[in-house]
């Protein structure tokens, strides 16, 4: 085999490889939305979605996760733009308190919340977005530049692993421990109810996880009664409570998977359409 062979096939696995362990990543939603000049209720708003295609993903890692770049092809930076808009926003709001007048609503959210992106369960992978209900981009723009660092885990290995923790109390800010990290529970606030009785759903914050959950098992007796009584299909990070049983103490096992850190950029330029 000469030389110049051995190039091209180095060349050909070298790109077979790219492509193996690149994730593909597809614009699937742009939304601008102009505020209209007078309308009390009109929103300056831009919203992009991204659907991110990878294998055996388990869930975002938010502090490994950061909007790099976002500007318009006339220059303007709308990361800076937002957040210049956002002080104004609260300049603003403390001016209406002290005369009395209150928002009942904010608009000063970041531009990415890694915590609300979606893992996707009809298809392989997660959707992820950015979105400020604060600026747009310049009229004259045809097009928006975005380069975001993703942080993510995916599924280390098939082995499932199980852990069993007894908590005391789920009304006084509950936390389990896994792997050495404590995490708080999350009240989700949402209920279900069966016969007249209230069932509350706890669960344990993917994105702060250092495991995959894939399932929780009730051994506190009253915890197996909630799922029977309301027959639902509980997400695997979540658990059913009945209302009263919360200030006692209950035992779930933990059944998981062990994850590994993954991160990409997504370095795109994106039509606007208009």
């Known amino acids: 085999m000469n030389?110049?062979?051995?190039?091209?096939?180095?060349?050909?696995?070298?790109?077979?490889?790219?492509q193996l362990y690149s994730q593909k990543v597809e614009t699937v939603r742009l939304e601008v939305e102009k505020e209209i000049p007078g309308e009390t209720f009109s929103d300056n708003k831009f919203e992009v979605d991204f659907w991110v295609q990878t294998e055996n993903f388990s869930a975002i890692d938010p502090k490994n996760t950061e909007l790099l770049e976002l500007?318009?092809?006339?220059?303007?930076?709308?990361?800076?733009?937002?957040?210049k808009a956002i002080k104004?926003?609260?300049?603003?709001?403390?001016?209406?308190?002290?005369?009395?007048?209150?928002?009942?609503?904010?608009?000063?959210?970041?531009?990415?919340?890694?915590?609300q992106w979606k893992k996707m369960y009809d298809t392989i992978?997660?959707?992820?977005?950015?979105k400020s209900l604060m600026v747009v981009p310049s009229p004259k723009a045809s097009k928006v530049h975005v380069k975001m660092k993703v942080g993510y885990t995916l599924v280390a290995g098939e082995a499932e692993k199980s852990t069993t923790i007894t908590?005391?109390?789920?009304?006084?800010?509950?936390?389990v421990e896994l792997l050495g990290i404590e995490i708080s529970l999350t009240d989700t606030s949402s209920m279900t109810?069966?016969?007249?009785?209230?069932?509350f759903f706890y669960s344990i914050p993917e994105s702060k996880s250092p495991v995959a959950i894939t399932r929780i098992e009730p051994i506190t007796e009253a915890l197996k009664t909630a799922i029977e009584e309301t027959k639902v299909n509980n997400k695997p990070n979540e658990f059913l409570v009945k209302e009263g049983d919360n200030t006692k103490p209950i035992t779930i096992t933990i059944h998981y998977q062990e994850v590994e850190k993954?991160?990409?950029?997504?370095?795109k330029w994106i039509s606007l359409g208009l």
């Not at 300049?91 to 990415?112: D, M, N, P, V, W």
């Not at 908590?167 to 936390?175: E, G, H, R, T, Y």
């Not at 993954?262 to 370095?267: E, G, Q």
Request: charged share 30%; hydrophobic share 35%; no cysteine.
């Open 125 to 130: 992978g997660f959707k992820a977005s950015i």
């Open 71 to 83: 500007k318009d092809d006339t220059g303007k930076d709308l990361i800076k733009a937002h957040e």
């Open 167 to 175: 908590i005391n109390s789920l009304v006084n800010k509950p936390s």
């Open 262 to 267: 993954k991160s990409f950029v997504i370095d």
């Open 3 to 18: 030389i110049k062979n051995t190039y091209i096939i180095l060349v050909v696995i070298s790109l077979f490889s790219i």
């Open 193 to 199: 109810t069966q016969d007249g009785v209230k069932y």
């Open 88 to 115: 104004a926003y609260k300049e603003e709001t403390e001016r209406l308190a002290k005369e009395g007048h209150y928002r009942f609503s904010t608009r000063t959210e970041a531009f990415i919340q890694p915590d």
